[in-house]
C-alpha cells in the first residue's frame, strides 16, 4: 500500500482555522502541531495553538504556546499578552501573571503570589459550554472573580466561589442603571465554604421577603430572592415543596417566595428562619432543601466562547 500523502501547507492551515470556528478543539490543536512542526518559528501558529488549549482549559500547554508566541513575535500584542497571563493564572504561575499583566500595562497590587485587589464589578456566565446561568461577581483581578450571587444547586457553584474567567466580553448586563460586562468562567480555582439551601416561604408583604433578605445570623453569607430571577421552571415543583399554582393571580405580590441562602450550616439557616417567621404573622416556612451538585462536565464541539456579536450578520 501507498503512504498516505501528508497534506499541503495551505490545506493544513484551512483545516486548523475551519476545526477552530467548528468547536472541534483536538483537532484544531493537531493541526496546529502539524504546522508548528513545519514552521517553528511561526508566532501565530504558536499564538492559535495556544488558543486552542485555552479553551481545553489545558492551562501549562495553553501558557507554553502563548509565551513562545510572545518571544517569536515582532511586536507582541496584547492577545498573546493576556493569553499568557490567563493560562498563569489557571496553572497557578502567579510570577509569570504578574509579568504578563504588566506588560499589558495593567497596575495590580503588589506582592509575590496571587492577585487580590478590586477590579469592579462583573458577571460571569458559569460552565458557558453548558448553558450556564450569570451571576453577578467582584472581580479581584483582571480574571479571578468572586461570586456575590446563590446560583442554582446544579450550577455546582456556591456565592463566593472563585473563579477564572476569560478576558473578552461577551455582552453586557445591568448593575442598576450602570452596565457591565459579562465573561465566560473558565472554572473555579477556590471553591466556598458556604453551602447552598434553597428555602421556600409565604411572605404576606414585601417588607416580609425584605425582613429576611436584611436578615443575619452566625454563619449566613447572603440571602438571596430567586422568585423574581429564577422563571425558566417552577422551583417548588422541582424540589417538591408544598404549594399550590395559582391560574389567575388575584394580586401583584407573590406570597410563596423561593429564597436561596449561602451558609456555612444547616443549624445558621434555622436559625435566621426562626426569628425571622417570629417577627411578623404572616410569615411561615413551608420547607428547606439542600443538594449537593457537582460542575457539570466540560463539552467540547460547540463554539462557546464567542459573543452574540461575533456571530451577528453584517
Not at 492551515?13 to 478543539?25: F, K, N, P, T, V
Not at 499589558?104 to 462583573?122: L, T, V
Amino acid at each position: 500500500m501507498g503512504q498516505e500523502r501528508e497534506p499541503d501547507a495551505d490545506a493544513l492551515h484551512e483545516r486548523a482555522y475551519r476545526a477552530m470556528d467548528d468547536g472541534a478543539l483536538d483537532e484544531a490543536s493537531r493541526a496546529f502541531g502539524s504546522l508548528l512542526e513545519r514552521f517553528p518559528a511561526s508566532a501565530n501558529y504558536h499564538y492559535m495553538r495556544g488558543l486552542a488549549h485555552k479553551y481545553m482549559l489545558d492551562w501549562p500547554t495553553s501558557l507554553r504556546h502563548n509565551l513562545r508566541a510572545v518571544e517569536l513575535a515582532t511586536e507582541p500584542s496584547a492577545a498573546e499578552r493576556w493569553n499568557a497571563a490567563i493560562a498563569a493564572t489557571g496553572a497557578g504561575d502567579w510570577a509569570e501573571a504578574r509579568r504578563q499583566w504588566q506588560a499589558c500595562g495593567i497596575r495590580i497590587p503588589e506582592g509575590d503570589g496571587p492577585i487580590n485587589g478590586d477590579f469592579g464589578i462583573a458577571v460571569v456566565r458559569l460552565h458557558p459550554w453548558d448553558g450556564g446561568e450569570t451571576v453577578f461577581v467582584r472581580r479581584i483581578d483582571p480574571v479571578r472573580a468572586r461570586l456575590l450571587n446563590v446560583p442554582l444547586p446544579e450550577s455546582g457553584h456556591r456565592f463566593g466561589d472563585i473563579v477564572l474567567h476569560d478576558g473578552a466580553s461577551t455582552g453586557q448586563r445591568h448593575d442598576g442603571d450602570t452596565p457591565v460586562h459579562v465573561f465566560n468562567a473558565l472554572g473555579r480555582l477556590q471553591a466556598s465554604d458556604y453551602q447552598t439551601f434553597m428555602v421556600f416561604v409565604d411572605c404576606a408583604t414585601p417588607d416580609d421577603v425584605r425582613a429576611l433578605l436584611e436578615g443575619s445570623a452566625p454563619g449566613i453569607g447572603h440571602v438571596e430572592d430567586w422568585t423574581e430571577s429564577v422563571r425558566f421552571y417552577c422551583l417548588r415543583c422541582s424540589y417538591g415543596a408544598p404549594h399550590r399554582h395559582q391560574d389567575e393571580p388575584t394580586a401583584d405580590w407573590q406570597v410563596e417566595r423561593n429564597l436561596g441562602i449561602a451558609a456555612q450550616s444547616r443549624h445558621s439557616v434555622d436559625r435566621l428562619l426562626r426569628d425571622w417567621a417570629a417577627g411578623g404573622p404572616g410569615r411561615r416556612v413551608d420547607a428547606v432543601e439542600t443538594r449537593e451538585c457537582a460542575v457539570p462536565e466540560y463539552r467540547q464541539g460547540h463554539v462557546w466562547w464567542r459573543s452574540p456579536e461575533d456571530d451577528a450578520s453584517p
